[in-house]
């Protein structure tokens, strides 16, 4: 019996979280990358043989034409970019799974929504629940029954430990570990190398550790 062909996926962001979501979409062999988007200087270039294929003026039109589409923008101070083309994907009707790496455990138990992407090595245990469009990076861990919401991204290496919550829109640095049961409220910037031992409340702001 022939394979079926995979389904076409078109990209929304060429930066350098991009290069880190094409290796993981290449990997996994779900989806056929076809194009991205991204600024106006970038239309026609290539990136790692994908080609930029327009702007986000262009959106409506690309994406009529693509079975999915992944949000590929990536966040730190604020997710406004990523949930302004998470939502533009949402109103077009196309598929939007979750992408998971082969070099990543996501657990039968745990739940990822639609438009996120767990990076490489990175292990989201069992009873955890990641939200819509977010960004578990390469290394990080969501600990049993942690739970993630939506737009959030958990950068390289940071570890959350059981029962932590995380609200909308935060953002966790490098290396930063939370401790277990820890609450961090909606759109707070955690940098990297944090320690967190104690709740953060909505709009928190944490600045990276300097050894």
Not at 46 to 51: K, S
Request: with cysteine; glycine share 12%; charged share 15%.
């Amino acid at each position: 019996m022939r394979t079926p062909a995979p389904e076409s996926i078109l990209l929304l962001g060429a930066g350098g979280h991009a290069r880190a979501c094409i290796d993981v979409i290449e990997q996994e062999g779900r989806y056929r990358i076809s194009g991205l988007t991204g600024l106006a200087a970038e239309v026609g270039s290539m990136l790692y043989g994908y080609r930029v294929l327009g702007t986000d003026a262009d959106l409506a039109t690309l994406l009529a034409s693509h079975a999915a589409a992944l949000v590929t923008v990536g966040q730190i101070t604020s997710p406004a970019v990523r949930i302004r083309l998470f939502e533009a994907i949402e109103r077009s009707g196309r598929e939007q799974e979750c992408i998971v790496s082969p070099r990543a455990y996501v657990s039968p138990h745990a739940r990822v929504g639609a438009g996120s992407i767990i990076m490489h090595g990175a292990v989201v245990n069992a009873g955890a629940v990641v939200g819509r469009n977010c960004i578990v990076n390469s290394l990080a861990l969501v600990e049993h029954d942690a739970q993630v919401g939506d737009h959030c991204h958990l950068s390289t290496n940071a570890a959350l430990n059981s029962a932590v919550r995380v609200g909308a829109g935060s953002f966790i640095g490098s290396g930063t570990s939370v401790r277990q049961q820890i609450t961090i409220g909606e759109r707070c910037v955690i940098g990297m190398g944090q320690f967190v031992v104690s709740d953060c409340e909505n709009g928190a702001w944490l600045p990276p550790v300097k050894r």
